[in-house]
């Protein structure tokens, strides 16, 4: 490839409205020249001569968003052919990743807080941590605006994370050493985390444990799978009350793989309701997963004082668990309990 004479870049603030507010993004633009040896490249290969150091996938991008121009006219086909002579000129906007870990404000409803952690009930729809797809809006992002100390944490203080559809508690390290200690205790399996559940089907059995190994599915490489080598995963179930070929359950993580209360459930015959992914269908009216971290329990990382919490279904969680059951789970509780 011939390199392109290259103009020295320079850098200015414009403005990106990617949320409700514009966020002032510092952006670089950048020109050269065709040389005679690139005659007749691909315009996005030739790109990656005047800016190498991103991806061609990002550079494609810029080309589809009208972000290079060839002598003065915007181009959007990554395949246009260049010649020999061209001046081509592009604004390298930041990639999504680069943009993600940045302080914005999300809606994070606290139940707990101290100087040492928070719990939320994050509601459906809200993904946890900057991902493909979801670059920002984060549960991360609304952690980096909540508090100044969460700049200096790995995640922002994360040490358990819940799919984007599914509601309910998680807790949140303020400091390093809760950030620690917490990571800790989840992992010698200390902390006690509950979800309520509707899935597809009656339960034979009205409790069981499903201990079975989950890993990448072989097939899709968006779902996980009980595979043979898989992590250790083991879900202890209970059945609570079971109407019109629904069953509503109480599911106890002993483990927190990825997806691991959907692929356990759907591995036996028993997908949640609304579960697209993992073969289940829309019912009762719902149309996402049919999952709620409902109680969340363990040794507070400080002053090690026993707190126990829990979070009412939300409302469309809620009606479709009533048609079930009846009633509320714990209804006549405190959202929260904490004792000593």
């Excluded at 103009?7 to 409205?17: I, K, N, S």
């Excluded at 997806?259 to 269908?281: E, K, N, P, T």
């Amino acid at each position: 490839m011939g390199a392109p004479s290259i103009q020295a870049p320079h850098a200015e603030p414009v403005e990106a409205d990617e949320l409700d507010e514009p966020v002032a993004v510092e952006v670089e633009r950048r020109e050269g020249r065709v040389e005679s040896g690139a005659h007749g490249e691909r315009l996005d290969r030739w790109l990656s001569s005047l800016a190498g150091e991103f991806s061609r996938n990002h550079l494609q991008t810029l080309i589809e968003g009208g972000q290079v121009r060839v002598d003065g006219q915007a181009i959007t086909s990554c395949s246009r052919r260049v010649s020999a002579g061209q001046r081509i000129e592009m604004t390298l906007l930041p990639t999504p990743e680069s943009q993600a870990f940045r302080a914005e404000p999300v809606a994070l409803p606290v139940v707990f807080e101290d100087e040492h952690l928070l719990v939320i009930d994050k509601p459906a729809g809200l993904v946890v941590h900057p991902a493909p797809g979801n670059w920002s809006g984060t549960v991360l992002n609304g952690l980096l605006a909540y508090h100044a100390g969460a700049a200096a944490l790995p995640r922002a203080g994360i040490v358990h994370r819940l799919d984007k559809d599914t509601s309910g508690l998680m807790v949140v390290a303020k400091t390093l050493s809760a950030m620690t200690a917490l990571t800790r205790a989840i992992a010698a399996r200390e902390v006690h985390r509950e979800y309520l559940a509707l899935v597809h089907g009656v339960l034979r059995r009205a409790a069981f444990s499903i201990d079975a190994p989950i890993g990448r599915d072989p097939v899709s490489r968006i779902k996980m799978a009980v595979v043979p080598g898989g992590r250790a995963a083991r879900t202890d179930v209970a059945l609570l009350a079971a109407r019109d070929a629904v069953s509503a359950v109480r599911c106890t993580l002993h483990t927190g793989r990825t997806h691991q209360i959907r692929v356990h459930m759907a591995s036996c015959g028993h997908a949640l309701l609304a579960d697209s992914l993992y073969g289940g269908r829309e019912l009762l009216g719902l149309t996402r997963q049919a999952l709620h971290a409902h109680r969340l329990g363990f040794a507070h990382p400080v002053s090690r004082q026993a707190l126990d919490f829990n979070a009412i279904l939300p409302a469309d969680l809620l009606a479709a668990w009533q048609q079930i059951v009846g009633a509320q789970p714990g209804a006549g509780s405190d959202t929260m309990r904490s004792q000593g």
